[in-house]
């Protein structure tokens, strides 16, 4: 069974980057999933991130691209999200994921990230 776990600081100033850690126990994460990264503001439905693919390549959402960078350590089995100059519309619940076009998707509890002074 596989299992995800997001970890991180939970309270981020505006201007400075948020971090975000996964851990994946179960599985590799050399294996060709999409490890995802999608975060959920208050009030509102879910949003892409972004993700890391077996061979290394990262995709983002388009209105992320230009602060967001994931990178994975796959001696840890472990991929991060890092979000430069963040600001309080970066507040979300974010959740990373293991995504699959047809096989079962996997998700991590998620966690509370805030962006405040």
């Known amino acids: 069974q596989v299992q995800l776990q997001e970890s991180g600081p939970g309270l981020v100033k505006p201007s400075q980057t948020l971090s975000l850690t996964c851990t994946v126990s179960?599985?590799?994460?050399?294996?060709?999933?999409?490890w995802s990264w999608i975060r959920q503001p208050p009030g509102k439905g879910l949003e892409w991130v972004g993700n890391i693919v077996y061979s290394d390549i990262t995709y983002y959402s388009p209105s992320l691209k230009s602060r967001a960078s994931i990178s994975r350590d796959t001696s840890k089995n472990q991929f991060t999200l890092q979000l430069s100059s963040v600001t309080p519309e970066d507040t979300a619940v974010y959740y990373c994921?293991?995504?699959?076009?047809?096989?079962?998707?996997?998700w991590g509890q998620g966690t509370q990230v805030t962006v405040s002074s």
């Open positions: 994921a293991r995504l699959s076009l047809n096989e079962d998707d996997y």
């Open positions: 179960g599985g590799s994460i050399t294996t060709n999933y999409y």
